[in-house]
Nanobody
Framework: VQLQASGGGLVPSGGSLRLSCAAS????????VGWFRRVPGKQSEGVGC????????YYPDLVKGRFIISRVNSENTVYLQMNNLKPEDTAVYYC??????????????????WGQGTQVTVSS
């Protein structure tokens, strides 16, 4: 099983974008799902996760107040709403199953089953 991210694109600084995370063969509401991003030459960064337990969420300081994760169970989809985007948000974004229910941080080692990412480019 792989979770596929989509919805990336080119946006101006200060703009918004909504990414989608879909999976076939599993019901996403039964899993915690996380998002992380990769920039060539830099360490990957977790940008948020949503728990299968009551849908509680966690965001690191670098995106807190700008990014929002939500689920639409009828669509079997998890969304990452990104607002007030900055050029430093430029990256390939991935979603994956996240090992955890209650979050105080986000660890890359807890991600599983991520598939193809989606490119987000924020112009200055």
């Amino acid at each position: 099983v792989q979770l596929q991210a989509s919805g990336g694109g080119l946006v101006p600084s200060g703009g918004s974008l909504r990414l989608s995370c879909a999976a076939s063969g599993i019901t996403l509401k039964d899993y915690s799902v996380g998002w992380f991003r990769r920039v060539p030459g830099k360490q990957s960064e977790g940008v948020g996760c949503i728990s299968s337990k009551n849908d509680n969420t966690y965001y690191p300081d670098l995106v807190k107040g700008r990014f929002i994760i939500s689920r639409v169970n009828s669509e079997n989809t998890v969304y990452l709403q990104m607002n007030n985007l900055k050029p430093e948000d430029t990256a390939v974004y991935y979603c994956g199953q996240y090992n955890g229910l209650w979050f105080t941080d986000i660890k890359l080692a807890n991600f599983r089953s991520w598939g193809q990412g989606t490119q987000v480019t924020v112009s200055s």
